[in-house]
């Protein structure tokens, strides 16, 4: 069954080091997300990206966070330069349309930890 | 800005018993989707629910959406240790667009 992966699986970084974190979307899908949750918390929405634009993105999503589909399989967050407070798991997620019946299918997740 | 409520957040009952799990909401969603998430994975997908009053059965699982798409339920029939997890619904808002709003996930222990 397809899925959506994400690479690395862990990330350790210094505080204002700039990160990527790699998603591979499900293959016939078109719409990407990104999500993150911090321990204990709620998984919360971050930016959604079509034809290489973003839909709509949240307000955590500042200018700290881009997001790319640098080929045709891949689908990139960046944080330009990382604080403590981003340490979290960040969820990639694709789904065929962008309608609000449409399911989202989530990746496993990077753990990011900034130091 | 929509919000998901979730109760209870944490439940542990006997293997065999029979528990539900409730989503609310005061917002309308045009579609609910239940996640199970395992610590330090990913969530993944049980069901999505579109329709006002739809129910859907996964094996000992039902899901049912509220009449006015502003809540939802999951119970699980005779539950198994196997059942043990974290349980996600997660809500598109009416208007278009797919940013999902999550709540804050029912912990279920299922003990033998």
């Known amino acids: 069954e397809p899925e959506v992966t994400q690479t690395p699986s862990h990330q350790v970084t210094q505080m204002g080091q700039e990160v990527i974190l790699r998603c591979v979307p499900i293959?016939?899908?078109?719409?990407f997300y990104w999500y993150r949750q911090i321990l204990g918390q709620k998984v919360e929405f971050l930016v959604s990206?079509?034809?290489?634009?973003?839909?709509?993105k949240s307000e955590i999503f500042d200018d700290q966070f881009s997001v790319e589909r640098p080929d045709g399989s891949n689908f990139t967050l960046k944080i330009r330069s990382t604080k403590l407070e981003d340490s979290a798991m960040y969820f990639c997620?694709?789904?065929?349309?962008?309608?609000?019946?449409?399911?989202?299918?989530f990746g496993p997740g990077t753990r990011l930890t900034v130091l | 800005t929509q919000l998901l409520e979730q109760s209870p957040q944490f439940l542990s009952i006997q293997e065999g018993e029979n528990l539900t799990v409730y989503c609310n909401s005061s917002?309308?969603?045009?579609?609910l989707q239940w996640y199970r998430q395992e610590p330090g994975e990913g969530p993944v997908l049980l069901v999505t629910?579109?329709?006002?009053?739809e129910v859907k059965k996964l094996k000992r699982l039902t899901f049912q959406f509220g009449d006015a798409r502003k809540d939802s339920s999951l119970h699980i029939t005779a539950a198994q240790p196997g059942d043990t997890g974290l349980y996600l619904c997660?809500?598109?808002?009416?208007?278009?667009?797919?940013?999902?709003?999550f709540g804050g996930g029912t912990r279920v222990l299922v003990k033998p």
């Open positions: 997620a694709s789904s065929e349309f962008y309608r609000g019946t449409d399911t989202q299918y």
């Open positions: 293959s016939n899908h078109l719409y």
């Open positions: 990206f079509y034809n290489n634009e973003i839909s709509e």
């Open positions: 917002s309308v969603f045009s579609s």
């Open positions: 629910v579109v329709t006002g009053g």
């Open positions: 997660a809500g598109a808002p009416k208007a278009a667009g797919n940013k999902l709003t």
